[in-house]
């Protein structure tokens, strides 16, 4: 043979070799190729079962465990009312090709599942609601975001109409349905009235079917999970027993709640003058609603244009001596608005226009204008002789967006005072002397003055101040100007009034039934 015929016979046998071996046992080749041939096995089609990440076991039939973790939980579908109960969602079966691979039945890997997990691992059809965390800001000026809340419901729903009703616990539900519909009544002209503008949950809410764990909490009544998104909580709140002679204010007050957060946790009053009758029950809770919404106002209202005290200087007179020349008179404006609210607390208001009705006439007040010499700021400081009389330290018109009492489980030590304008002048009330003027993080730019009999005012939040320490001031006089620096939402003055020096062992009073009553 030549070396051509002896690379042919070669050839051929190899050929003769190779379809030997595949006509006898193609899956031993199959095996040879993917790396784990085994003698005498054959490769199987298995599902290796992963919880958590963990192997808890390998089986022949996926469907069979699925129809077994079904079965035993029949507890669960009566439970919920359903009709189909699934694996838990961090149950992962992947199918593989395997030799050898010693399986489990679909009870043991079951009760590897109840043992790990529980029970309660198991999950069915359903909603999960995410309502996101926002971000916020501490009275110290540092930026947090507030936690995300997750909700479970079986139908969507129940989510949707109890946030309907948590929404009619601050606006009232008529003009909530007029909104919706649009349906509210025009404002005409040179008449009253408030209109809702915008309304909205400033919160992103997203609602995503979903496998939902059985062991979570389940929302399956509107009335459940609305007290959670009012309250914070679905534990039953405290309540009291009306008795004779309270009102609406007291009982707040008494239990640290402003009369708003009343209200909003006793949706069937609808302000602080609806009368009470002994032995009524009262829901004492504390709102702590999941979400914030916002509500923009149209606003049209009448208020008091406060008579100015116009003051004619005498100075044969020491500081302190008044005498009314003229008596004045507060006149009428109509005024326009815009207020934004935050789960029914005013957080912004921005005037809009203000037309005169009637006309303020002013008071004109002879006053004394001898001075004493005041002693250093270190050490006691002698007022001016004598106390003025008290006047309104905004321009008006003027909206309090807050009064002295009770908001979110603190007390709110003062009033603030807003719509006039950021820029507006902020006045002294009285004569005195001011101690401090400075800026923190919670008041932003802020001026205190001493008065006589003991009493102090502090003026927080101003865009600008006019005064520094040492500084005599009469009553009237402009310190400085609206603003919303430090700790505030929207322009503002936060107006206090102590008896002692403030933050000292100073008392805070009430400036509309101490001063302005």
């Known amino acids: 043979m030549d070396k051509k015929q002896i690379v042919i016979v070669i050839i051929a046998f190899l050929i003769s070799c190779l379809i030997l071996i595949i006509g006898s046992n193609p899956n031993t080749v199959y095996a040879k190729v993917l790396g784990f041939e085994q003698q005498g096995n054959q490769p199987r089609q298995l599902y290796k079962v992963y919880l958590a990440g963990e192997t808890i076991g390998v089986i022949e039939s996926k469907e069979e465990l699925e129809n077994y973790i079904d079965e035993k939980q029949k507890e669960l579908k009566e439970k919920y009312n359903v009709d189909k109960v699934y694996a838990p969602n ?28 529980g029970a309660s691992s198991f999950t069915i059809d359903g909603y999960k609601i995410v309502i996101e965390g926002l971000e916020k800001e501490t009275e110290e000026g540092e930026t947090y975001r507030t936690n995300d809340i997750i909700i479970y419901v079986l139908d969507k729903d129940i989510f949707t109409n109890s946030v309907n009703k948590t929404v009619t616990a601050f606006v009232d539900n008529d003009t909530y349905t007029s909104y919706l519909n649009n349906t509210q009544k025009e404002i005409k002209a040179n008449e009253t009235g408030t209109i809702i503008e915008n309304l909205y949950i400033k919160n992103n809410v997203t609602i995503k079917k979903d496998r939902i764990p059985a062991g979570e909490k389940i929302y399956q009544s509107e009335e459940e999970l609305s007290k959670f998104l009012l309250f914070g909580t679905t534990e039953d709140q405290e309540t009291y027993i009306v008795q004779s002679g309270d009102t609406i204010e007291t009982i707040s007050n008494n239990n640290k709640l402003s009369t708003e957060e009343f209200l909003i946790a006793n949706t069937n009053f609808k302000t602080a003058q609806d009368l009470l009758y002994p032995g009524q029950e009262v829901n004492l809770g504390l709102i702590s609603p999941q979400f914030d919404l916002v509500e923009v106002q149209h606003v049209v209202s009448k208020k008091e244009i406060k008579m100015e005290t116009v003051y004619k200087d005498d100075d044969s007179q020491y500081v302190g001596y008044e005498k009314v020349e003229q008596e004045g008179k507060d006149g009428l404006a109509l005024v326009t608005e815009k207020i934004q609210l935050v789960n029914g607390e005013i957080q912004d208001l921005v005037p809009v226009s203000s037309v005169e ?39 008006t018109p003027y909206t309090i967006t807050s009064y002295f009492s009770w908001r979110w ?26 101690v401090q003027s400075g800026y923190t993080s919670t008041n932003g730019n802020y001026i205190i003055i001493k008065h006589s009999n003991n009493y102090y005012t502090l003026y927080a939040h101003m865009a600008a101040r006019y005064k520094q320490a040492g500084d005599v001031v009469m009553a009237g006089d402009q310190i400085g100007t609206m603003g919303n620096t430090g700790y505030a939402f929207g322009v503002h003055l936060h107006f206090a009034l102590y008896n002692g020096y403030p933050f000292r062992g100073g008392v805070a009073m009430n400036p509309l039934t101490t001063i302005f009553n």
């Open 357 to 395: 009705l009637s006309p303020a006439i002013d008071k004109v007040v002879v006053r004394g204008t001898k001075r004493y010499t005041s002693s250093s700021i270190g050490g006691e400081i002698e007022v001016p002789v004598g106390i003025g009389s008290w006047v309104w330290p905004t321009n």
């Open 90 to 117: 961090d149950l992962d079966i992947v199918k593989e090709i395997t030799y050898n691979e010693k399986t489990s039945t679909v009870e043991e890997v079951y009760h590897k599942i109840e043992e790990i997990k």
């Open 409 to 434: 489980g603190k007390h709110h030590d003062a009033i603030d005072i807003s719509g006039t304008g950021y820029g507006s002048p902020i006045k002294a009330a009285n004569n005195g002397i001011v």
